[in-house]
């Protein structure tokens, strides 16, 4: 998921002569037991990175429960907010040291200083499908929402969805009646019958659709790379060398994920985490593709999904008045 980075001298030498343990030679077998019998010193790094739940979180989740950060150096804690704007906020506050957020709420907070003030150094996940609009089951298309009451988080992903969705029927967000909520109080809302329509995710979409209360009519697959969970850090922390150590234990929990053999005990994990059952987290994380280190990587670069998107999703947001100035991609996006 994340976009490696160079790793300082001065922690290269110190790896060397043994003062730091390096991620995994403290292990045995594939499970990452740490070996006993050693001791071990080393005060590991503390990290607190901001969040709200999501099955795009699968690798933090397994790398926590397995104790992959512990084996890479690291203390590492998530701290859940409402939403990626509130997870930005805590970031730019320095409350965290790294937020997990959707690119269009790093792209907004960004926009709104003067200075360079964040950098995305990876992205984590991509929508295809995990995200969407439930409507009731009298509604039959997207132009049938003029008028209707729809259930959205404004000026965040979901609202940058609904535009979309709105704009393949000749209509804007000014053409229905828009509540501002989160995206799980919308599914929570529309399943209790408030709501014509909502912006929401999984397993909000899941769980309407198969209690009847309503229909999937549009999501994140009908709008390839329009919603994308990105890793973002303050610009002072672009070059930390810890963020590494947080790369290395995100693929120890990918992979343990991937593997076949410890797939079903790391969706155990997720299910866990997002309190659903294990066959709901399987299925959720069908509907979203998660990046590996070096993936991750490339799309960054220039002509890369990322790179793409923060020009698209900036333009967007600047022509619809919801931000000031457009970001460029280079601006936003941590050089290697």
Do not use: R
């Amino acid at each position: 998921m994340m976009k490696k980075k160079m790793i300082s001298m001065v922690l290269i030498l110190t790896m060397a002569t043994g003062l730091m343990t390096g991620c995994g030679s403290n292990e045995t077998g594939e499970t990452g037991q740490k070996e006993t019998g050693t001791a071990d010193t080393t005060e590991n790094k503390t990290v607190t990175m901001a969040s709200n739940p999501f099955v795009g979180l699968a690798p933090f989740y397994v790398a926590m429960d397995k104790g992959f950060f512990e084996d890479c150096g690291l203390d590492f804690s998530m701290v859940d907010f409402d939403d990626s704007s509130a997870s930005c906020s805590a970031l730019l506050a320095g409350k965290v040291d790294l937020a997990y957020t959707t690119l269009d709420a790093a792209i907004i907070a960004e926009s709104q200083y003067e200075e360079d003030m964040l950098d995305v150094t990876a992205i984590v996940d991509e929508s295809a499908g995990a995200d969407g609009i439930l409507v009731k089951n009298d509604i039959n298309s997207i132009a049938d929402l003029k008028g209707k009451t729809v259930g959205v988080s404004i000026n965040q992903t979901s609202h940058y969805l609904l535009m979309q969705a709105l704009e393949t029927a000749g209509l804007t967000d000014a053409d229905v009646d828009l509540v501002n909520m989160t995206s799980s109080d919308a599914g929570v809302s529309f399943i209790s019958g408030d709501l014509d329509a909502a912006v929401t995710w999984e397993p909000y979409l899941s769980n309407a659709v198969e209690q009847g209360v309503g229909k999937l009519i549009f999501s994140s697959k009908d709008a390839p790379g329009s919603i994308v969970d990105v890793l973002a850090v303050g610009t002072d922390n672009k070059d930390a060398a810890w963020l590494a150590q947080v790369n290395e234990a995100y693929e120890k929990g990918l992979d343990y994920l991937n593997d076949a053999s410890t797939h079903e005990e790391a969706v155990e994990i997720v299910a866990k985490h997002l309190e659903v059952s294990a066959d709901e987290a399987d299925s959720m994380i069908s509907t979203i593709k998660l990046y590996s280190p070096e993936d991750s990587s490339a799309e960054l670069k220039d002509e890369g999904l990322v790179y793409q998107a923060v020009g698209k999703i900036s333009g967007f947001y600047f022509d619809k008045g919801i931000i000031e100035k457009p970001v460029e991609p280079s601006q936003l996006l941590a050089e290697e």
